[in-house]
């Protein structure tokens, strides 16, 4: 697997994104977002202006797209993580070969300070994140308005 890191200094066009929002809610089952909210994650992770923004990083299998990382930086730190893992997903046909795995270790070479993700109790991936050092330390409570 190759990979890919686009940011701010390494930008994408709309079409490029749409692709990456598109392969994000195929492939996160039923644990996805709508296109709309991937890209605004998306559109947030390539920010030009602003200490903030964060980073994609793709997975490629003959130039296709066989993985996605999406990381949001919070612009804080200690009390609130510096890093945020929005959306991680690996392409069906890949799954359980290690690639998540490979995806997530490249990432994490992108980031400084420590990184929070949410995750359903569920999902199989929280068997990834524990693999590469995730705790579980509090739970999540939302108040949706």
């Given amino acids: 697997m190759k ?45 030009e202006t602003s200490v903030d923004g964060g980073f994609i ?11 996605a990382v999406v990381f949001n930086k919070t612009g804080m730190k200690g009390y609130i993580p510096e890093n945020i ?15 998540g795995r490979k995806l997530m270790e490249e990432a994490l070479k992108h980031t400084t300070g420590s990184v929070k993700l949410h995750v359903e109790h569920d999902n199989p991936a929280r068997f ?12 999540e409570y939302r108040l949706n308005r």
Avoid: C, W
């Avoid at 990834?128 to 509090?138: D, H, I």
């Fill in 3 to 47: 990979f890919r890191l686009i940011d701010s200094m390494n930008p994408i066009g709309m079409v490029e994104k749409k692709k990456i929002a598109k392969f994000l809610h195929t492939h996160l089952d039923e644990y996805r977002d709508t296109e709309e909210d991937i890209m605004k994650a998306l559109d947030y992770a390539l920010q």
């Fill in 57 to 67: 990083l793709l997975g490629l299998e003959n130039d296709e797209i066989v993985g």
């Fill in 85 to 99: 893992l929005v959306y991680i997903a690996v392409h069906k046909d890949y799954r359980g070969k290690g690639y």
């Fill in 128 to 139: 990834l994140y524990e693999k590469v050092g995730f705790t579980n330390k509090y739970l």
